[in-house]
């Protein structure tokens, strides 16, 4: 379909973003002989995926980090490397015959003033109008960048981490990464495997599970564990942390006060761990605490100590951004107060037509939970349309 013909459709579904959520709705609504239409910011299908670090992997198990209708490639390993999801997102638009509008970056979403009451969706060049919009732009949309005291006096090498591919710039030289969540915990490791010296600054305790449990994949077992009581997996979860990852206090990551289940029930994710905590545990990756002040050369923690670096890297996480291209009026009504959508859609009619996939955070994996969300989206899209 080209541009000019989708500006014709009136009545039809957009999708923004083509990205595995947009890509996942588009093969549900292919299945179910909805016709859409999909815009990506990007020239390329599976942006995101494109621009993770290089030795990045799936946490997820490959059973539950397929898109709807198509399972990974039974040659792929358990844990899917960036490069092969990347070739499985390709072979998905392929199979469904998913051809996004490329370098259609979405600035505005609104609705036509009745009698028509459509939606409006301008991009930088073009006007579309629809009656669904599906809102797939990543709940990683925008680097977060902490106010941090002193950041714009540091003389060396700063990223966030969606600038970091490897390590080979910080050979033999000290790099503080900050925040330990998944991608904090990864880049250190790969810090040390690039013979940099990495140091990790943590504020709060971090839970943390280790990736596979004897010898199973951890996401298994949570899927499992989610079924039952919440105070018994939580005991689980608990009593296995225990077991395999021990008191971290000692190495400076502090005690959690809660299970690793029960924090992500509140939407916190636990690390996911494959291999940091052994060096740390080994002396090779350093924790300090909160920043307190970061100067041209080093940097004070709110522990006392002063520590010299040549790199910082901000693994500080991402915010959805939707208010990018949402106005105001709607903003108010549809995001939390860490600016995620509450719902996949909502009832008020001035919002009727309007869905949000990828913006939930769960236990089993964003990927995991994409399946279910699209189902339940495009299943809610049929009944209005029949
Ligand atoms: C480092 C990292 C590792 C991860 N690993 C896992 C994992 O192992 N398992 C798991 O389940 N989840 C993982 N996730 C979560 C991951 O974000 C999702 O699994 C998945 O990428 C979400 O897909 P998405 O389509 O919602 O978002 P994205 O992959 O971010 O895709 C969004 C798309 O929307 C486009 N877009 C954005 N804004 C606009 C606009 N204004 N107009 C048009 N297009 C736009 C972007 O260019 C992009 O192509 C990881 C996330 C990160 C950051």
């Known amino acids: 379909m080209t541009v000019d013909d989708a500006k014709q459709m009136a009545n039809s579904t957009l999708i923004i973003g083509a990205g595995p959520a947009g890509l996942a709705i588009a093969g549900r609504l292919a299945q179910k002989g909805i016709s859409c239409t999909l815009l990506e910011a990007s020239d390329h299908i599976g942006f995101s995926w494109r621009n993770h670090y290089d030795r ?27 490069l092969e999801f990347i070739e499985y997102l390709e072979q998905y638009a392929e199979r469904f015959s998913i051809q996004p509008l490329f370098n259609q970056k979405v600035v505005s979403i609104q609705r036509n003033p009745t009698p028509d009451g459509l939606w409006r969706v301008q991009t930088e ?83 943390i599970i280790r990736r596979d449990i004897f010898g199973r994949p951890a996401q298994k077992t949570a899927v499992l564990l989610s079924k039952l009581p919440n105070w018994l ?26 299970a690793p289940t029960y924090d992500n029930r509140r939407g916190k994710t636990p690390v996911i761990d494959i291999g940091t905590i052994d060096q740390i545990k080994a002396g090779k990756i ?34 959805p951004g939707l208010s990018a291209f ?17 719902n996949l859609w909502f009832d008020e009619p001035d919002l009727k037509g309007l869905y949000f996939l990828g913006f939930t955070t769960p236990r089993a994996g964003v990927l995991f939970h994409l399946n279910i969300d699209s189902e339940r989206i495009t299943e809610h899209i049929a009944q209005n349309n029949s």
């Open 56 to 82: 990045l992997h799936l946490h997820t198990v490959k059973e539950y980090s397929a898109l709807p209708h198509m399972p990974l490639p039974a040659r792929y390993p358990t844990y899917v490397s960036r």
């Open 125 to 207: 060049t073009d006007t579309f109008t629809a009656d669904e919009v599906i809102v797939a732009t990543g709940y990683n949309r925008s680097p977060n960048i902490p106010d941090l005291p002193g950041l714009r006096n540091f003389r060396g090498i700063l990223w966030h981490s969606h600038e970091y591919r490897n390590g080979a710039a910080f050979r033999n030289e000290h790099v503080l990464v900050v925040g330990m969540g998944n991608t904090g915990a990864e880049l250190a490791l790969d810090l040390l495997e690039h013979e940099a010296f990495p140091v990790i600054s943590v504020r709060s305790p971090i839970n």
């Open 233 to 258: 997996c939580d005991r689980i979860a608990g009593f296995t942390q225990k077991l395999t990852v021990g008191d971290m206090s000692a190495y400076g990551l502090g005690k959690p006060a809660h």
């Open 286 to 319: 350093t924790v300090v605490s909160g920043i307190e002040r970061i100067h041209a050369k080093t940097v004070t923690f709110t522990d006392g100590r002063e520590l010299p670096f040549d790199g910082i890297i901000l693994a500080t996480g991402y915010r």
């Open 326 to 342: 949402l106005d105001q009026s709607i903003t108010t009504k549809i995001l939390n107060e860490r600016g995620y959508p509450k």
